[in-house]
């Protein structure tokens, strides 16, 4: 039960860090770091339960790679095309990362024979990575010039926004759903 908890909290460290920017490098550095390692430590305990799980740690492993190098490359003042490849490998590495950690509790359930939940799980997931495509694409592309053209020029940011805003509502029902198959792994007993 607490290798599932500290899933929960480091996605939900991740969601906040990618949502809440902030110009300090070493706050944004320790929260990568932190989210990160409460998932990689959460994710090993669960092996037991899938290989998924050994998966969706070589995915962690990775986004966390890159979460840094995007954090050094921004240190640094690199060109954007860098700031890009980092920035969306990450984001891809993390899409990977919650897949598997979805297809191992679906495996999990599978063996426990609890099948309700997996639909919403899948559901969840799905969403999720739609909204972290695109919330990653408002920062990989020239938004700016897009709107332009469709008459919603000066709008960048509001749409940054709301896409970010998205993907933190849709990260934190994907940790209600694990929460909730948690509470029917592990029931209370009175």
């Known amino acids: 039960m607490k290798d599932l908890i500290k899933v929960m909290a480091g996605l939900f460290i991740l969601s906040l860090d990618n949502r809440i920017r902030m110009d ?22 669960l092996i037991p339960w899938s ?23 921004t240190y640094l003042n690199m060109s954007q095309s860098v700031m890009a490849l980092m920035y969306g490998m ?10 598997y950690i979805m297809e191992g509790l679906m495996v999990k359930n599978k063996m426990e024979k609890i099948t309700e939940p997996n639909a919403n799980l899948k559901g ?14 408002c ?19 509001p749409v940054k926004g709301l896409f970010g805003a998205a993907a933190f509502a849709l990260s934190t029902f994907f ?11 592990y029931p209370k007993t009175e």
């Open 175 to 185: 940790i209600i759903m694990i929460n909730q198959i948690r509470g029917l792994l």
């Open 51 to 73: 290989p998924c799980f050994k998966a969706s740690r070589k995915h962690a492993v990775l986004s966390l790679i890159f979460c840094l190098g995007t954090r050094l490359v």
């Open 24 to 45: 300090i490098i070493m706050v944004n550095v320790i929260t990568d770091v932190v989210g990160h390692a409460l998932l990689i430590w959460g994710v090993t305990g």
């Open 124 to 137: 969840a997931w799905m969403a999720l990575a739609v909204a972290q495509f695109f919330y990653s694409l």
């Open 90 to 99: 990450g984001a891809i590495f993390y899409i990977y990362m919650t897949y």
């Open 139 to 157: 920062y990989l592309a020239d938004i700016g010039e897009f709107l332009e053209e469709v008459g919603l020029g000066g709008l960048e940011s």
